[in-house]
């Protein structure tokens, strides 16, 4: 039984890992729709993208308007060149391209990211090796209640900062785009998946901890099944040495020293 405990648990950090992976290469964290410019940002944690919306462009967008998605690194310094130079002047209207700045909470989400794989691949380790050493099954548990909590961590600093960009978009007074709206992209829920499976997988470990401990099934260690017959081959019925003898030559013989006597 515990082996299926341990192993649906090891399946679901593995999971978790590759959606965590997944969701930092990705730039749809944070999505903002410009629909007077006919454009999609798509914000991600180290390099964004700019989509066309697909909806008609008004005429006296027509000859600036994308019409094809354009990427780029949040550390190009052309990019950074830019923003700073917003930031110089203050432009009011340019003020959701601060959002394509490497942000606290970006960075938080990749801190936190690092963490989660190097605790989830220790607890993959230790996991596959608690049935030969039952106490390994504790250190399994610790390895996934870090990982949950570091993916956890990432999440809720993300979407505080998230929600604190939304309301400084509101409190910007565009005229000319009063419709432009902001929203978290599928690759922050992708993460939130990610760490559900994690916590998924703690309630597992938890389990398969207590059956290895408390069960018989802690004897059945990580060795092949000859191994294993040769290991406690004597304590079969069908094997036990059978000493039945009558003769002289099978009495045990007792040595007596001449110091006792």
């Known amino acids: 039984m515990y082996k299926i405990v341990l192993i649906t648990s090891i399946v679901l950090i593995v999971a978790g890992m590759l959606l965590t992976t997944f969701s930092l290469f990705s730039p749809m964290w944070q999505i903002v729709d410009r629909p007077k410019l006919a454009e999609i940002h798509h914000h991600g944690l180290w390099w964004d993208c700019v989509v066309p919306d697909g909806t008609l462009i008004p005429l006296q967008y027509e000859g600036t308007a994308q019409t094809d998605e354009q990427c780029l690194n949040k550390f190009d310094p052309?990019?950074?060149?830019?923003?700073?130079?917003?930031?110089?002047?203050?432009?009011?209207?340019?003020?959701?391209?601060?959002?394509?700045?490497?942000?606290?909470?970006?960075?938080?989400?990749?801190?936190?990211?690092?963490?989660?794989?190097?605790?989830?691949?220790?607890?993959?380790?230790?996991?596959?090796?608690?049935?030969?050493?039952?106490?390994?099954?504790?250190?399994?548990?610790?390895?996934?209640?870090?990982?949950?909590?570091?993916?956890?961590?990432?999440?809720?600093?993300?979407?505080?900062?998230?929600?604190k960009d939304s309301k400084t978009l509101q409190q910007i007074t565009l005229k000319e785009e009063p419709q432009i709206q902001n929203r978290l992209g599928i690759a922050c829920y992708l993460h939130i998946l990610a760490t559900s499976f994690f916590t998924l997988a703690l309630i597992f470990s938890i389990g398969s901890a207590y059956l290895l401990i408390s069960s018989k099934g802690r004897g059945s260690c990580c060795t092949t099944k000859k191994e294993y017959l040769q290991q406690y081959r004597w304590q079969q019925e069908a094997a036990r040495a059978r000493f039945s003898c009558n003769r002289n030559n099978c009495r045990p013989i007792v040595v007596v020293e001449d110091d006792i006597l």
């Open 78 to 163: 052309l990019v950074l060149s830019h923003l700073r130079h917003i930031l110089e002047v203050n432009d009011q209207s340019s003020k959701e391209l601060l959002l394509h700045r490497f942000l606290p909470h970006h960075k938080a989400v990749i801190f936190f990211a690092v963490f989660t794989l190097v605790f989830g691949t220790i607890g993959i380790i230790t996991g596959a090796c608690s049935p030969c050493f039952p106490p390994n099954s504790l250190l399994y548990v610790v390895s996934i209640f870090m990982t949950g909590a570091c993916s956890m961590l990432s999440d809720i600093i993300f979407i505080f900062g998230a929600t």
